[in-house]
């Protein structure tokens, strides 16, 4: 062949090989799950101020019985730029970094066998993102599951690794915002207002009061006075009529003597 | 005349009955004020440390009012029976400057009844329950009081567990959020005292902490104390209003 050039000795199968490589490295399986909050049961600290609990991935990574699963946790705003070559365990993903500069965390290591598929009924599978307080300023544990420095919001994902390859990913979750923490000097605790039995009381004593004052008032007005009290309808037992036969006698006695 | 004499004597009996009745009342109000007093209820340390006055000012009147009342029963019914215009008119002025008392009483225990709203409880707990350095005595009280409280009623916080989520505390100053979501009396406990799932607990799964707040439990004994003052002394002053009334128009008809 005079016009051929002269070839590497492998390069006939190298070509190939390449071209099968190169849909592998970017072909990371899109797996058809979204990471959600627990919702059955209800529980009350599905989030709080510094945590949040999730539904573990169950039946989910059933064809990668090999791999690593890793949660990726992300600031909103970082999701989609995260990059999946991202090792974990490594500072650009180190719990201790994040927020800043970190803006992406792995953590919550496990394998297909934490997650036996199918659940058992009645069983509560759930993963408590930053339940972790030992670690959370060690740097020497850079994939702890530590309390989340802020209300968020964030997203999450499931990672699957062999080796260190990225193999398979679920998609990122809704945004998860943590509850935001209200000061307790703002709960008011004046006015709430009188309740209805209380002015009802008030007013009625007050009238009431006000008619027997009044009728104090007119008593001590008409005390003795024989206009008002000319019907003597209740009479003293003995001394009244006495009285005043006496004093018609004391006039009486006089005229008659002259 | 036998017809008035008979009107006469049905309305002093009238007000002799009015006046026994009075006394009873009298007597029955002393003994439940000082009841309210002395009653160990136990969330009296809450009620003081809310420094919003107390029932003790409305009670203590009560039972002073009450004791004046059984005395001034007696003495309008000797004032009825003689037909004595001085009796009468020092039992009508007396007897007015008691309702004047026992009306202050009744308005005193129905605002103080007012004023305990759940808000008033729930910035008392946030401010005082586990405060790491306590200021006095009283934010003790207010953390064993609590304890107490959670544990007798297997309730937590006012309103719910939510009350430490929703709000700063000086419990979350020295209590992480992620370990300490709400405090452990919340949680179920066994007879040892310990948490029988802590990880239930904080996660909050229903059956393994105490999901309702312990408002009623602290409303309830106050609410009793406040309606027993106001209501009955309500009561026993509109009764007292008819045979005062009553005694004026007697009063009024008695000749000289």
């Known amino acids: 062949r005079p016009h051929s050039r002269p070839r590497h000795p492998g390069a006939g199968t190298m ?23 627990t919702q059955t049961p209800e529980l009350e ?33 970082a999701a989609y730029t995260f990059n999946n070559s991202a090792r974990p365990g490594t500072p650009e993903t180190a719990f201790q970094d994040f927020p800043d500069p970190v ?37 020497t544990r850079p994939t702890c599951n530590g309390p989340l420095p802020g209300p968020g919001p964030y997203r999450v994902k499931f990672l699957a690794l062999e080796g260190s390859e990225p193999v398979a990913e679920t998609a990122w979750s809704e945004q998860i915002m943590l509850r935001t923490v209200k000061s307790s000097s703002s709960i008011s605790t004046t006015g709430s207002g ?12 007050s009238i009431l009061f006000a008619i027997l004052l009044a009728g104090l008032v007119a008593m001590l007005v008409f005390w003795g006075s024989d206009s008002c009290g000319g019907s003597s309808t209740f009479s003293k037992p003995e001394s009244v009529t006495v009285r005043r036969y006496n004093t018609h006698h004391v006039y009486d006695q006089p005229a008659a003597r002259l | 005349m036998a017809k008035s004499d008979d009107c006469v004597h049905i309305f002093q009996g009238l007000l002799v009955f009015g006046n026994v009745v009075i006394g009873i009342c009298g007597i029955a109000l002393t003994a439940e004020c000082i ?39 007696i ?51 946030l401010e005082r329950y586990q405060k790491s350095e306590p200021a006095n005595n009283s934010d003790n009280e207010v953390t064993q009081t609590w304890d107490k409280l959670m544990l007798q009623n297997h309730c937590c916080g006012v309103l ?52 309702n707040g312990c408002y ?21 002053l509109c009764w007292t209003f008819c045979v005062l009334l009553g005694t004026m128009f007697y009063w009024s008809g008695i000749e000289y």
């Not at chain 1, 009188?194 to 004593?205: E, K, Q, R």
């Not at chain 2, 000086?170 to 405090?183: M, Q």
């Not at chain 2, 009623?216 to 309500?234: C, E, L, R």
Request: hydrophobic share 45%.
């Open chain 2, 216 to 236: 009623d439990a602290i409303s309830g004994p106050a609410n009793t104390h406040a309606w027993g003052v106001a209501w009955f002394g309500f009561a026993i």
């Open chain 2, 160 to 211: 719910g567990p939510s009350d430490w989520q929703e709000y700063t505390s000086a419990f979350r100053l020295t209590h992480s959020d992620a370990d300490y979501p709400w405090p452990r009396k919340c949680c179920v406990l066994d007879a040892q005292g310990l948490p029988v799932n802590l990880d239930g607990c904080k996660l909050g799964v229903p059956g393994y902490y105490n999901s």
């Open chain 2, 75 to 125: 003495l309008g019914i000797i004032g009825v029976i003689k037909a004595s215009r001085t009796l009468l008119l020092v039992y009508i002025i007396l007897m007015l400057i008691t309702f004047a008392f026992e009306m202050a009483s009744c308005i005193t225990a129905a605002t103080y009844r007012d004023s305990l709203t759940p808000e008033l409880f729930l910035k008392q707990m």
């Open chain 1, 103 to 139: 803006r992406a965390y792995m953590t919550l290591n496990a394998t297909l066998a934490n997650y036996p598929c199918p659940k058992p009924a009645g069983d509560i599978t759930v993963l408590r993102v930053g339940s972790e307080t030992s670690c959370a300023q060690n740097a």
């Open chain 1, 194 to 205: 009188h309740s209805a039995g209380m002015i009802a009381i008030t007013t009625i004593l």
């Open chain 1, 45 to 77: 600290g599905v989030t709080t101020a510094s945590t949040f609990v999730l539904d573990q991935p169950r039946c989910v990574f059933r064809e990668y019985g090999n791999a690593d699963i890793w949660l990726v946790v992300a600031l909103d705003q």
């Open chain 2, 35 to 73: 009841y309210f007093v002395s009653n160990p209820h136990g969330v009296h340390p809450l009620l003081k440390a809310t420094e919003n006055g107390d029932i003790y000012p409305a009670a203590w009147i009560g039972i002073f009012v009450g004791l004046a009342l059984f005395a001034l029963s």
């Open chain 1, 15 to 37: 070509l190939p090989l390449l071209l099968l490589l190169l849909p592998a490295a970017h072909g990371i399986a899109q797996l058809e799950y979204t990471p959600a909050l």
